[in-house]
C-alpha cells in the first residue's frame, strides 16, 4: 500500500506524521521523502546510506553545421527551451524537460542529448525502514524528473510511506499521483482551511482517496472540522497543540519515539487508511 503524506501548505508537520507513521508500522516500510526542495525527513530518522547517484535530464546540443534552421524542433518545443534564429538555434536548458521530442523531429539529425544535473537520489536504511530521498540542487526549478527518480525504489510488496512537498503544484502531483491513500496535514486555521481545500481538489482530480490529519488541534477555530464534514472527508487522527512536541520536533526528535504513547494512534490511523483504500478499489472494481 502507498500512503502520501501532504499538505496543502507548509509548516503544518507533514513530516513529523510520515516519519512517525513510518516507525509505527513494522517491518517491511519505505519511506520516500519527495519533498525535494527541502527534504528533511532525514533529520529525524537519521538513515544510514548506502547508495548515492546523480540524477539528470537530457538536453539538447545542436550541431550547426547539420542544421538548416528550419525551427521544426523549437515549434515543438512546449516549454520555449529553443529558439531558432536565423543563422543560430539557442536552447535553454534551465527550461527544457527533457522530453527528447526536438532531437527525436529534427529533420537533419542535428540535435544529440547531454545530461544536465538537477540533484541527486540517496537511499538507504533507518533501522527496519528502508529511506529513499532525492535532493534538488540549490536554484534548479525541475524537481519532477528527481521526484519520479525516487519513486521509482518503490518496493509493491511494501508499506510506502510518501512525503510530499506542500502546496499544489506540479511536484505535488507527480507524488502522489498512483498513491492508495493521501493523508493531508492540516492546521485548524482559516490559512490551512484554504490550502486544504485547493489540496482535497487535487486528491479528487488524481482519483486518489484522501483523509485529514488536524496538527495543532486547539489552535483555530472548527471550520476545518465544519469543511470536511461538508465534503465528506474523514478527520483521521487529532494532535493537539503541545509544548513537548513542538520541543520535540525542534530537536529532531520523532513524535513517536520522544512520546511512544502516540505509537498506537499512528497504527490505528494506517488501519483505517489502508480500510477506505480496500473500500475506494472495492467500490471501483480495482
Ligand atoms: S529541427 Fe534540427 S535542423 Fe531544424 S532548426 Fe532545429 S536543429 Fe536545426
Ligand atoms: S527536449 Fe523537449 S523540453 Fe527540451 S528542448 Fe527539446 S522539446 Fe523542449
Known sequence: MIVSVASGKGGTGKTLV????ALSLKDHVQLLDCDV?????????????????????PVPRVDESKCTFCGRCADVCAFNAIAVLPKKVMVFPELCHGCGA????????????????????????????????????????????????VKEFI??????IVDVSPGTSCP??????GSDFCLLVT???PFGLNDLALAVEATKKLDVPC?????????GDDTVERYCKGEGVPVLLHIPLDTEIARLYSRGVTLVDGMPEWRPAFQRLFRD?????????AKRGI
Not at 526542495?37 to 539528470?56: D, G
Not at 518496493?155 to 510506502?160: C, F, G, L, S, W
Not at 487508511?273 to 478499489?281: F, G, H, L, N, T
Request: net charge negative.
Open 18 to 21: 510520515s516519519t512517525s507513521l
Open 37 to 57: 526542495e527541502e527534504p528533511n525527513a532525514h533529520i529525524f530518522l537519521k538513515p544510514v546510506f548506502e547508495r548515492e547517484e546523480v540524477v539528470a535530464v
Open 102 to 149: 526536438c532531437s527525436y523531429l529534427c529533420p537533419e539529425g542535428a540535435i544529440s542529448e547531454v545530461d544536465r544535473e538537477i540533484g541527486v537520489l540517496q537511499a538507504g536504511h533507518s533501522g527496519q525502514i528502508e529511506f529513499i530521498h532525492g535532493k534538488l540542487n540549490v536554484g534548479e526549478a525541475l524537481a519532477v524528473p528527481l521526484i519520479r527518480r
Open 155 to 160: 518496493d509493491p510488496a511494501k508499506t510506502v
Open 172 to 177: 505535488v502531483i507527480e507524488a502522489v499521483r
Open 187 to 189: 492546521e485548524p486555521t
Open 211 to 219: 483523509g485529514v490529519l488536524i496538527n495543532r488541534a486547539g489552535v
Open 273 to 281: 487508511m489502508r480500510d477506505m483504500a480496500s473500500a475506494w478499489q
